[in-house]
């Protein structure tokens, strides 16, 4: 038990993260900071609080509590937050009445770890199992390895969703543990994406193209966003580059906007692509460009 | 025109009980026939209760009008708006009540309405959980049945054993069956008059003609049957037949011979099913009409067939919450069944319901049934179990076990009304720890356990004066071998039900009260109990702590896992295996019906942040807005208790939201959770599906969901139905999805 790992949130009774029932532990940290992210709360790297302004009831519980002063009460009897002065302990979070204070990060050990993974054990059944997403969970990928290697000792079921934009070393020590790879293709063309993302796509194709000449079982999710990625030239480039591949599916999600209340809960800027929601037909449209290129694509 | 007729007749079915036209010549009015049911009861006052119920429901059979349409398959009865409150129940069986009541358990009587009042228990004499032995009613149909007691009588006279019960409970079956037939014959003259014109009467005459004759010989025979049989037993005689049976082995056998001998076509049968599915539709009341699909047979087979398939799909077409359907879930059910199944129930069709087969069998077994009657036995009412055929089941009293933390901070008393309601456990300062507490409120608990058994008790045997029961009698052979009521010891098996409701509110408010006063100490039991006597008035913020405060029930933590299991353990303990002053025995049930909700309104604030008046916890599931840790934790909370002892019921509700559901993925989610559930103990499980931004919607915009239903408890209601503070919960749990 060398490592620890900064959790930022568990999904039990996950559906959408890799085969059957699963649990989802979702590690802190992200090297890539897309700009439809519906996980902001993902790519720091360490604690940080979240205040939901509508929840707020104006109690003042969190004023008592505070050790920096950070939560005042106004005059007029309103919450004030100073975020600068917060340095995250969640002490504010814990005595919240209307739960508008939420704390995203928290270090776990490998036992503490281990005994979230563990509690729907009986749900897992013969496909389901154990997800480490993120944020990018490779970020943390010994703290990953030792988990999915106790569990894997216990039979359960592994798989890591990942960016992959991470050195190859991350994700070899996770090679040996891992059932199932999420793996994330957002933009194939290199400019465009760093453009979305903060970084180029190059390391994140050549780790996958190693993956899968290794044999990994594999999954690619295709974020589609549109305006940003969902241009059917780009999507086509896509498919020629995944049946190259050794890929068992890839899974096209459609872009929602539902995560914008948090870029303002955690006080930074709204990046999200004010656009709709992708179609039915547009979806469709995006499968069946990937299937011409000899992909088995679903929409997500 | 015969067949493909269900939407051009629909207008006529869908009116049929709800709105009806009735030629006066073919019988009384409602109001007459209550006026003549009134004097039957003043006329008979000397008679022995049998007798006057037999005379009572001849006369409904013999005067109530009737209506053979073109536009149904299935007869029409008169005064539904009358029949559904159970005429004869409430001008002749009420007044027995009464008059048992003063006769043997007057103080046991003013006992009960005092806790009723309370809401500490709730209990009335029911006799509404039985099932007829739907094998004998199809195998020998109303003539056959009539004579198999006629030839038990003649036996029992040749052996010199007719007593004088005997006599009465032999002519009481005489007098119902001899009225049934006339019936029938009614009905036929009717139905052959009208036959000279269309074609579908000429066809029910046929049908009815059969009945009067014999027993059903093909599917329609057999689902007029059916009909009939329950409508006359649940409305007239006044004794709900808690199901219509294992539809798809019922009418398996007619409809096999049907398509081998060219009577039917699948799809005229189908359509018949649809008309039949219908009429439990348009009589529609909150408690429903249940029916039941699937099982295996001794080997382990499944017994799932063609028409399981066929009813399923014809429910579905249709759009039905009633009847509700109940599934017999076991590793045999054959994967396309199951996918069928759960993917109506994600589409909306939450008045299915799930019932696990292996836990059921165990739980029957131990007490003291045969494993073949386990394997065999009925699904009924909501999600309750019986041994077919020669079983009754009376869901006796209820008892409010979240009542027990407000007896005890008032030394034993009603909060609201200052009654005494139960045992003097000592002023609030001599509980020093929350031991102390928990002791005090397992004596509440135990008092309120034998004041439902001596209350109910205090009547139940006494049920041939009560409500004796000829119709329901005739079909169990044991019954009518021995020549006595099925309800007073004429059943192998008699289980009396007590209902153990608002275990998790129970067990959150026994955390908030060890929380706040023992572990913090930030309250004594004197100060909290001022703040729920001012119903929280002045300690908003408290309030909302105590409600958000994580130790509540369903969200698998250690310690309330633990309470949960000792309180309903402790509860069942008192009261399995206990006989039953019918001969019978008591059963424990986790089943609350709507009194979440009742005793809830009689109910003082609670320590977890309750108001007063606000409902408690349903069924075995956590309080509303507290499952914080999701569907697995529920269900590995509650599978913390030993399932086994909850033969009466032990059902959980579960709701997810769509995304949770939707595809193949969902589909396998669906199905692992409910393999789990049963692997891990539970007897039964029913699924809410629903997104809370569709809820919001509909009550914004109730015109455009008038089909959206909810599953209540053992039953469902339209969304648009439900008072607006219901819907208010609804839409906060979904909010935790």
Redesign the interface.
């Known amino acids: 038990m060398k490592y620890k790992a900064m959790l930022m949130d568990v999904k039990?009774?996950a559906?959408?993260d890799g085969?059957?029932?699963r649990t989802t532990l979702f590690l802190k940290g992200c090297p890539l900071k897309c700009v439809w992210c519906h996980n902001p709360e993902g790519i720091w790297p360490k604690p940080q609080m979240a205040y939901y302004l509508h929840k707020c009831?104006d109690?003042g519980?969190c004023v008592s509590v505070c050790p920096t002063g950070a939560q005042t009460m106004t005059e007029e009897g309103r919450h004030s937050f100073d975020r600068e002065r917060c340095i995250a302990c969640g002490a504010c979070a814990e005595?919240c009445?209307?739960?508008a204070m939420l704390r995203y990060g928290r270090t776990v050990d490998l036992e503490q770890a281990l005994a979230i993974a563990l509690?729907?054990a009986?749900?897992y059944?013969s496909?389901?199992g154990v997800t480490v997403s993120g944020g990018e969970p490779l970020l943390q990928a010994e703290f990953v390895a030792e988990l999915l290697t106790a569990l894997k000792a216990r039979g359960i079921h592994t798989a890591v969703d990942t960016c992959g934009c991470v050195p190859w070393e991350k994700v070899e020590k996770v090679l040996p543990c891992t059932d199932m790879f999420l793996y994330d293709i957002k933009h194939m063309d290199p400019r465009q994406h760093r453009q979305l993302t903060g970084r180029s796509n190059e390391r994140i194709l050549s780790n996958l193209i190693r993956l899968s000449e290794l044999g990994a079982r594999i999954e690619v999710r295709f974020p589609m966003v549109p305006g940003c990625n969902d241009d059917m030239e780009q999507i086509a480039q896509m498919g020629v580059f995944l049946s190259g591949l050794h890929i068992e599916r890839v899974k096209v999600l459609a872009y929602h906007s539902m995560a914008r209340a948090k870029y303002a809960a955690l006080g930074a800027e709204d990046t999200m692509p004010r656009v709709d929601t992708p179609t039915s037909d547009e979806m469709r449209a995006a499968v069946e460009q990937l299937r011409q290129m000899g992909v088995n694509a679903v929409s997500g | 025109m015969m067949w493909n007729t269900f939407e051009q007749d629909k207008p006529y079915l869908e009116s049929k009980y709800l709105n009806p036209t009735f030629d006066p010549n073919t019988g009384l009015s409602a109001e007459e026939l209550l006026a003549g049911l009134e004097k039957i009861y003043a006329d008979t006052r000397a008679l022995p209760h049998p007798t006057v119920k037999a005379m009572a429901v001849a006369y409904v059979l013999d005067h109530v009008r009737i209506n053979v349409s073109p536009h149904d398959w299935f007869v029409g009865i008169d005064g539904w708006r009358f029949l559904r409150d159970r005429m004869v129940h409430k001008t002749i069986i009420m007044k027995w009540q009464e008059e048992v009541y003063q006769k043997y358990a007057s103080e046991e009587r003013r006992r009960m309405k005092i806790h009723n009042a309370c809401g500490s228990l709730s209990i009335w004499p029911d006799y509404d959980h039985s099932v007829p032995d739907w094998k004998a009613v199809l195998k020998l149909g109303f003539p056959g049945l009539r004579q198999r007691a006629k030839d038990c009588r003649e036996r029992h006279r040749e052996a010199g054993t007719l007593t004088a019960e005997r006599e009465i409970y032999y002519d009481a079956i005489e007098t119902e069956y001899a009225a049934i037939l006339r019936f029938l014959a009614r009905l036929q003259a009717q139905a052959e008059e009208k036959g000279r014109q269309y074609p579908r009467c000429a066809m029910t005459a046929k049908c009815l003609k059969t009945l009067m004759e014999g027993a059903p010989t093909n599917s329609y025979e057999m689902l007029q049957l059916d009909y009939l049989f329950f409508f006359i037993a649940e409305y007239f005689d006044g004794l709900q037949v808690r199901s219509f049976g294992n539809l798809d082995q019922m009418l398996y056998p007619f409809y096999q011979k049907d398509l081998q001998e060219g009577v039917f076509t699948d799809s005229q049968i189908r359509e018949l099913v649809s008309y039949f599915l219908q009429q439990a539709h348009v009589m529609h009341h909150y408690w429903g009409h249940p029916l039941y699909l699937g099982g295996s047979d001794e080997t382990g087979k499944t017994l799932i067939n063609p028409v399981s398939y066929l009813i399923l799909e014809e429910f579905d077409r249709m759009g039905l919450y009633d009847p509700k359907i109940q599934i017999k879930w076991d590793k045999a059910l054959p994967e396309a069944f199951v996918n069928q199944v759960l993917d109506m129930i994600r589409r909306g069709h939450n008045s299915i319901a799930i019932v696990c087969m292996p836990n059921v069998i165990k739980a029957m077994m131990s007490f003291g049934v045969t494993e073949r009657e386990a394997q065999e036995c009925v699904v009924s009412g909501c999600y309750e179990v019986q041994v077919a055929g020669n079983s009754t089941q009376t869901a006796a009293g209820h008892i409010n076990m979240a009542k027990g933390v407000e007896m005890v901070l008032n030394n034993g008393r009603d909060a609201l009304t200052g009654q005494m309601i139960g045992v003097e456990t000592g002023g609030l300062e001599e509980f020093t720890s929350f031991d102390a507490f928990y002791e005090a409120y397992l004596k509440q608990i135990r008092f309120l356990t034998q004041e439902a058994l001596t209350i109910s008790g205090s009547v139940e045997g006494h049920f041939l004066e009560l409500n004796p029961a000829p119709m329901f009698s005739s079909t169990v052979y044991n019954s009518v071998q021995q020549g006595r009521d099925a309800y007073a010891g004429g059943c192998k098996y008699m289980f009396t039900s007590i209902l153990v409701c608002n275990v998790a509110s129970a067990v959150n408010a026994l955390m908030a009260v060890k929380e706040l006063v023992y572990d913090t100490g930030e309250y004594t039991l004197t100060q909290l109990n001022e703040i729920l006597e001012k119903d929280w008035e002045g300690h908003d913020?408290l309030r909302?702590?105590m409600k958000?405060s994580h130790e509540k029930f369903g969200n698998?933590q250690a310690l309330s896992d633990r309470y949960g299991a000792a309180i309903a353990s402790f509860v069942a303990n008192q009261i399995n295996m206990k006989p039953s002053q019918n001969n019978g025995y008591y059963i424990t049930s986790l089943h609350c019906a709507r009194q979440f909700i009742e005793m809830g309104k009689r109910s003082a604030a609670s320590p977890e942040g309750r108001k007063r008046g606000e409902e408690y916890s349903k069924n075995i599931s956590a309080a509303m807005g507290t499952n914080w840790?999701?569907?697995?934790?529920l269900?590995?909370s509650v599978t913390e208790l030993n399932t086994t002892q909850f033969l009466g019921d032990f059902p959980l509700d579960v709701m997810l939201h769509p995304?949770?559901a939707q595809g193949e993925?969902?589909l396998?989610?669906m199905k692992?959770?409910i393999?789990?559930y049963s692997?891990?103990g539970g007897l039964a499980i029913h699924f809410n599906v629903m997104d809370v931004e569709v809820l919001r919607d509909a009550q914004k915009h109730p015109e455009k969901y008038e089909d959206l239903q909810v599953r209540v408890c053992g039953w469902n209601v339209l969304w648009n139905n439900l008072p607006l503070s219901e819907q208010e919960q609804y839409i906060a749990q979904a909010q935790l999805l």
Do not use: K, M, N
């Open positions: 039990r009774f559906i959408h085969p059957g029932i009831i109690c519980e005595v009445l209307g739960e509690e729907d009986a749900f059944g496909t389901g | 913020r909302l702590r958000r698998h840790a999701g569907t697995t934790a269900i590995e995304s949770a993925e969902g396998a989610a692992q959770l393999q789990t692997d891990r």
